[in-house]
């Protein structure tokens, strides 16, 4: 017998769709795309060509999560930071939304997903936002998995958004100081129609939020990965989910005997 019969398989699809317990799957699921830079790097080709590869990894995982029905998937899709990045790379990124959408939409009404955005839609270029919204309202009536898309986002800038418009709502008389609370601070934020994650996936090792949901990611369970998010596909998402369903949750209290 070689050394490698020896070695224990890896698992499929089916057999890791088998281990989730459909009773017990995170309301929401938050991911931080990362690693397309380094994944064109380490095959001597143009960050662009990293970009054009993660979106293969988006349709799988946006397919695989809607197909074990996780209610809301965020995806981290540009920061407000990345306009800090060179023209070009910006531009082809601006260029690769267009056409997800365009070449996504039929696939999510046939799946029955709605798509939504968080961030300052308005700082975006007039072809992107228009598609955006475009495929917004061709999908508001799906009623199956929410796909987020958090764009020309950032979590400081959301924070103070809201606490501007409270100030607003004090001053105007439409709230009282007294009603301020985290369930209504919340509804001030981007993702005020949507549950806080239940989990946040990150690719490519690093051990950071970069400023992605620093309010709704409170009490989330991690789950970093070192696979460059070209390379992660549908079984290691999988994977995630059934780690997050061996984790015990207590939201800061103790487990009672």
Known sequence: ?????????????????????????????????DGNGRWAKNRFLSRVEGHRQGINSVRDIVEIAAEIKIPVLTLYAFSVENWFRPKDEVN??????????????????KNNIRLMSIGDEAGLPPEARKELRYTIQRTAGNSGMILNLALNYSGHQEIIMA?????????????KEEDLDEKLFSQYLFTRSLPDPDLLIRTSGEMRLSNFLLWQLAYAEFWITPTLWPDFRRNEFLQAIIS???RERRFGRIKEE
């Open 1 to 33: 017998m070689s050394v490698k019969e020896t070695l224990p398989q890896p698992e499929t699809e089916e057999e890791l769709k088998r281990r989730i317990d459909p009773a017990r799957l995170p309301r929401h699921v938050a991911i931080i795309m």
């Open 92 to 109: 082809t990124l601006m260029k690769l939304l267009v056409e997800y959408l365009r070449k996504e939409l039929e696939r999510m009404l």
């Open 163 to 175: 606490t501007k418009q409270i100030a607003r709502d004090l001053q105007a008389g439409k709230i």
């Open 244 to 246: 997050y369903q061996g």
